[in-house]
């Protein structure tokens, strides 16, 4: 199994930064693609953005310019730089990986999900 586990979240005032991880461990082969995304009550979840494993990036439109996606291969961990928050960006933030398992003798390649830091950003 794969697990990941999320990070950096909390309270700030609107105007304020936070630094979000997602490390990832178990019985990793590789990590393909890895992407945040957040949900807020009531909403449906949204991505907030991705990034390969070459370090090819994509946002939602409307985050670009303010938040950043980065990630460290070496210590299989992803980060999410914010700027500039928010109150529409309070949230519960969730990792997603597309990561490849050695595990008895064979691979196995799945979707895997940290179960979320909250973000909250007060007006």
């Known amino acids: 199994q794969v697990q990941l586990v999320e990070s950096g979240g909390g309270l700030v005032q609107a105007g304020g930064s936070l630094r979000l991880s997602c490390a990832a461990s178990?019985?990793?082969?590789?990590?393909?693609?890895m992407g945040w995304y957040r949900q807020a009550p009531g909403r449906q979840r949204e991505l907030v953005a991705g990034?390969?494993?070459?370090?090819?990036?994509n946002y939602a439109d409307s985050l670009k310019g303010r938040f950043t996606i980065s990630r460290d291969n070496a210590k299989n961990t992803m980060y999410l730089q914010m700027n500039s928050l928010k109150p529409e960006d309070t949230a519960k933030y969730y990792c997603?990986?597309?990561?490849?398992?050695?595990?008895?003798?064979?691979?196995?390649?799945?979707?895997?999900w940290g179960q979320g830091t909250q973000v909250t950003v007060s007006s």
């Open positions: 997603k990986a597309d990561a490849t398992e050695w595990r008895r003798g064979s691979y196995y390649r799945n979707d895997y």
């Open positions: 178990g019985s990793i082969f590789s990590i393909n693609t």
């Open positions: 990034i390969t494993s070459g370090g090819s990036t």
